[in-house]
């Protein structure tokens, strides 16, 4: 059933094809396969999809004339933005702006925007060095031959298990699996662990806190000694629940601690919130839930905010034109349907449905791992964003395999954990599917 | 009549503004503000409007009901393409492969792609060097900490003038403007400088192609010193011509010697089409003007191609599935555009058009630069993908902002230049309205 792209007229990676969809067919939470098998999708392209397949929201945005226009004139967004786009802006991505964050710029996608981000805080770390002066002539000349001190050998700290996009300056900072990284030269920039917390949390309070420590102390001592090696750390990129690594999880103390130590060794704080952002976690932004007096530096998104981008605090502006721009600079085509998103988010109080669901699917985990301790343990989740580890990858492969014939598509992540990264229309009956075709699976494993 | 962001709640680059437009009202090469002034446009949001504002064959795949779905869901093409996605490709981007090109990977932008591309190449090389054995424990290890052999030092060869976009692996081989690089680090990769011909190209043939060998010998220079440095180049990137450089042209002769110097090291040779891509030269391909024998391994693309991507030989073809690989893998929205984009340029031959309109264009400004010679120099182009020079950059901006009061809106590139980025739909008519605007400004010129 599981077709396979066999023209070798097309590249690359089509090892990489789980099957082909009709997307026509596909409704809500049920994705439908070109052999008409529909299935209840709770990885949603890579968690990308905000309201479910062929939400009517969106199809009115698609059969709106006034919004032709937006799809057929891809402007260059820096020099020749469309007449409407700033109150666009003001009504879609600034309305749900994080606490400090008072700039947007878009993006086209994750990569671009962590790119971007990171640019942003060299520049900024650098204004800060050289006192706001304007640059030495020694600069301007050896930065466009790439060598310092015009290309500065700045650093951007990162955490064992982290995933920010496979473009050569997120990769440099992405440190999930070997396949992303073998043969791509890369930069000699800090890595710190990540805190391996024992689940649940509410269980391990004082071994989780060490752990925590461990890690913070790492992480100064890496900035001293990265700054000691003459590659000072410009900035700390972290995710608030670390997705691609295995859905691991840190405490708001943690991250208000390093946002603490970000501070005081003046580096940029940049949460990347490209798949926690969006609602998922039960608030829009996952790292609202720490609580930060200091709000972070730079705040990146995409996936299901449909648009790529970042906010930044105002101390963070470029200093000058054109230090940050790119062609297209993002997608106002993208950012239509996204205002509709937020419709739907604040009309269909969809934040409180995840919170509801989200209790239950994991509530339905810590069942299914007590009655199945010897093939699932470690079920951790805020919001739907969920995750539960299976006992090898070959066993947490077949689970998988089993329930997509059942009619349950999920995705993986880490070595052998399961991810669950449904839409925000995923209700608690939903959650009852899934937790039965799940159930029956492990009723079914020898 | 230039409105300016005034709000500050917006980010960031708002003095790259140069004015909002009115994209509704906007029609085939002309472009209306916000103001309703209406202006022949040949600079087409920095050289990505294929065939004009609004055109009647992209209004329709807007309002076509089976097109709608892939606006509204937007996959994770690596893993869950829709039905129909390998046929639109054929249909489309592998339609007009360039010779020797097997293989196509979408990518959302041009920097992704050309990130992408470059990945490739490092793959490729570091999987000749160990002899297609699997990678060593050392390798697996090392790399996920940035480290070699895993991360290995491999380099990109580039040159002085390049623009290859700002992400961070792109940004290492571009060199056109110090805005771009300054603050940013960087890789040490080796520089080449880029031939600096005298126009009209065929009154130098001799001092140009002199010039050309000096740069020839360098790259070969580079070569085995980076070789020796322990930092091998693992490919050559190079635009057919240089657009954001300053619109630098060699000639044929230059590129095939180059060809052959990559095959003879062992490096892959990277065609950079973003900008020359989808026409505008007069040929789909501008280095289909060189006539290889031996066809490139690498030719990315973007703008007016309006979904990302580059072609590849098979023989670079990634030896493991996910090597290449991101959330999206480009638009499959924008493919259905690129399709009827295709549809139109055959129907209405506009290869042949842009050859007549650029051979028009090209000879306006060699009449304008023999009238004007204390103003103008250098005309210079391919199809109408053409420039001239001022003087200087303050006369240069002046004689942009004249012009754009009378109704012609250009774009502007290297120090002193400006630079003529038409639709394919810009014919004869629209030359000689641009050339008499042009004429009026300079008559006016103190």
Redesign the interface.
Known sequence: QVCR?S??????????????????E?RGNY?VD?DGNRMLDVYT??S??PIG???PA??K???NP?N?????????L??????N??DK??ESL?SIAPSGM????TM?????SN??A??TM??W???KERGYAN?SEQ??GT?????SP??????ILSF?GAFH?????CL?TT?S?????????????P?APFPKLQYPLEEFVRENAQEEARCLEEVEDLIVKWRQKGKPVAGIVIEPIQAEGGDNHASPDFFIKLRNIARKHGCAFHVDEVQTGGGTTGKFWAHEHWGLDDPADVVSF??KL?TGGYY?RDEL??D?????????MGDP?KNL?LSEVLNVIRRENLLEEVTRSGKALLQGLYALQTQYPHILSRARGQGTFCAIDACNDATRDSIMIKARNKGLFMGSCGEKTIRFRPTLVFKEYHVHQLLNILNDVLAEHK
């Open positions: 792209w023209t070798n007229h097309l590249d690359s990676n089509t090892d990489t094809i789980h099957f082909f969809c009709n997307y026509e596909s994705l070109v392209q890579i990308s999809i397949y062929n939400h969106l199809m945005v698609m059969t006034n032709v226009s937006a799809f057929v004139n891809r402007p260059a820096g020099i020749l933005p469309p007449e786009f700033p802006l003001i600034l008072t700039r947007v710029q086209a996608c994750g990569s671009c790119e971007n990171f640019k060299f520049i770390y650098r204004n640059p600069e301007v930065c466009m031959i790439n060598q015009g290309c500065p050998d700045l650093s064992m996009g496979r473009t050569l300056g440099a440190h699996k070997v396949i992303h990284k073998l043969d791509i030269p890369s930069f000699d920039w890595i995409s996936k449909l930044h502006q470029p000058k034109p054109y230090r940050i721009f790119n062609t297209w085509s349907f």
